[in-house]
């Protein structure tokens, strides 16, 4: 899945047939007022053309300018510029305005942050570039704020669980399980609530915690609690991140001894892999090799060979390749 389709999926209120709201409820009647007029507006051209009014040049921190600095960061977004969305959305949390635009903001930005995080490119050596530290480092001031000044508000469901959810993500993807499992457990605690309340944009999010909580599970030897968490992500996840939850889910189902299942999960990841024509972070020949396995122990030898020939011949990973070529010779001609 591409950074853009990522955040797309991630806030798609911007997205749909008619702009969405993006402030969090509770609002007063006011503001949503204030509200619903802009946005009124806006849905005239969007998301080709800014229709709205032009950012007034004072009076920066009313909340009729910072409502339309939060929409005017969104339309940045529509149009592929994450730098002038970025810097929008920091325009209006460091703002002394209203509380909903302010959480709001913090909201979207942290959706933004967790995806430069884990999608950020990495160089040969596999060293990061300054860019996902500056958001890493961003990300972890907004979530120490969210936690000091927004634990008791009424917001507090959905920010603290976007929140815990991306800080969850960040840390998984760091190696830090201890602190990963901490955070998702809060998120997984706050998560119906948030489901009750409305549609923010949560599928990818719930979708890679799920994926991380997964992969931790299979790490741990709790292979029942993987499959539970792997099939959660399946059904969230979309594109190369989805078929990379059907190949931890495959091999958490063969060590199960679920064979038909296993066999059933790679056929449907390999389906996906190929449509989107993308694999993530080396893990190519997992499906494969899932495959090739549950056929083994199924018993269905033929099938196996034109997998197993498969991953000998045009696998990436060395190792998946001298495991092919010795269950060649085990299954024989």
Same mark, same amino acid.
């Given at each position: 899945?591409?950074?853009?389709?990522?955040?797309?999926?991630?806030?798609?209120?911007?997205?749909?047939? +008619?702009? @969405?709201?993006?402030?969090?409820?509770?609002?007063? =009647?006011?503001?949503?007022?204030? =509200? *619903?007029?802009?946005?009124?507006?806006?849905?005239?051209?969007?998301? +080709? %053309?800014?229709?709205?009014?032009?950012?007034? *040049?004072?009076?920066?921190?009313?909340?009729?300018?910072?409502?339309?600095?939060?929409?005017?960061?969104?339309?940045?977004?529509?149009?592929?510029?994450?730098?002038?969305?970025?810097?929008?959305?920091?325009?209006?949390?460091?703002?002394?305005?209203?509380? !909903?635009?302010?959480?709001?903001?913090?909201?979207?930005?942290?959706?933004?942050?967790?995806?430069?995080?884990?999608?950020?490119?990495?160089?040969?050596?596999?060293?990061?570039? %300054?860019?996902?530290?500056?958001?890493?480092?961003?990300?972890?001031?907004?979530?120490?704020?969210?936690?000091?000044?927004?634990?008791?508000?009424?917001? $507090?469901?959905?920010?603290?669980?976007?929140?815990?959810?991306?800080?969850?993500?960040? $840390?998984?993807?760091?190696?830090? &399980?201890?602190?990963? +499992?901490?955070?998702?457990?809060?998120? %997984? @605690?706050?998560?119906?609530?948030?489901? &009750?309340?409305?549609?923010?944009?949560?599928?990818?999010?719930?979708?890679?915690?799920?994926?991380?909580?997964?992969?931790?599970?299979?790490?741990?030897?709790?292979?029942?609690?993987?499959?539970?968490?792997?099939?959660?992500?399946?059904?969230?996840?979309?594109?190369?991140?989805? !078929?990379?939850?059907?190949?931890?889910?495959?091999? $958490?189902?063969?060590?199960?001894?679920?064979?038909?299942?296993?066999?059933? *999960?790679?056929?449907?990841?390999?389906?996906? &892999?190929? !449509?989107?024509?993308?694999?993530? =972070? @080396?893990?190519?020949? $997992?499906?494969?090799?899932?495959?090739?396995?549950?056929?083994?122990?199924?018993?269905? *030898?033929?099938?196996?060979?034109?997998?197993?020939?498969?991953?000998?011949?045009?696998?990436?990973?060395?190792? +998946?390749?001298?495991?092919?070529?010795?269950?060649?010779?085990?299954?024989?001609?």
């Amino acid at each position: 899945m591409s950074f853009h389709s990522l955040l797309g999926r991630s806030i798609r209120l911007f997205r749909r047939e +008619k702009l @969405g709201s993006a402030l969090l409820p509770p609002i007063d =009647d006011a503001l949503a007022e204030l =509200d *619903s007029s802009l946005r009124r507006q806006l849905n005239g051209g969007w998301p +080709k %053309e800014w229709t709205g009014p032009d950012l007034p *040049s004072e009076n920066a921190d009313t909340d009729r300018t910072l409502l339309i600095s939060l929409y005017r960061a969104a339309f940045h977004c529509e149009r592929g510029d994450i730098d002038s969305y970025r810097a929008g959305l920091e325009q209006v949390v460091n703002s002394s305005g209203h509380g !909903a635009m302010q959480v709001s903001a913090i909201r979207l930005l942290i959706s933004l942050l967790w995806v430069q995080v884990i999608e950020a490119p990495r160089d040969e050596q596999g060293e990061g570039s %300054e860019q996902p530290d500056r958001s890493r480092g961003l990300l972890s001031t907004l979530c120490e704020r969210v936690d000091r000044d927004y634990a008791d508000s009424p917001w $507090s469901d959905i920010v603290l669980f976007f929140s815990e959810s991306a800080r969850g993500i960040v $840390s998984f993807y760091a190696g830090e &399980k201890a602190a990963a +499992k901490l955070h998702l457990r809060r998120a %997984e @605690g706050l998560q119906p609530r948030v489901e &009750k309340t409305g549609d923010f944009g949560i599928e990818d999010l719930v979708g890679f915690a799920s994926l991380a909580r997964g992969q931790m599970a299979v790490e741990d030897g709790t292979c029942d609690v993987a499959r539970r968490w792997l099939l959660s992500a399946t059904h969230r996840l979309e594109g190369d991140t989805q !078929a990379e939850a059907y190949a931890w889910l495959a091999h $958490s189902e063969l060590d199960l001894g679920l064979l038909g299942e296993a066999r059933e *999960s790679a056929e449907r990841g390999m389906r996906i &892999k190929r !449509a989107s024509g993308f694999a993530r =972070d @080396g893990r190519d020949d $997992s499906l494969e090799g899932a495959l090739a396995e549950a056929l083994v122990r199924l018993g269905e *030898s033929k099938r196996a060979r034109q997998v197993l020939m498969t991953i000998v011949q045009e696998g990436v990973s060395e190792s +998946k390749r001298r495991w092919a070529e010795e269950a060649l010779q085990r299954i024989g001609n």
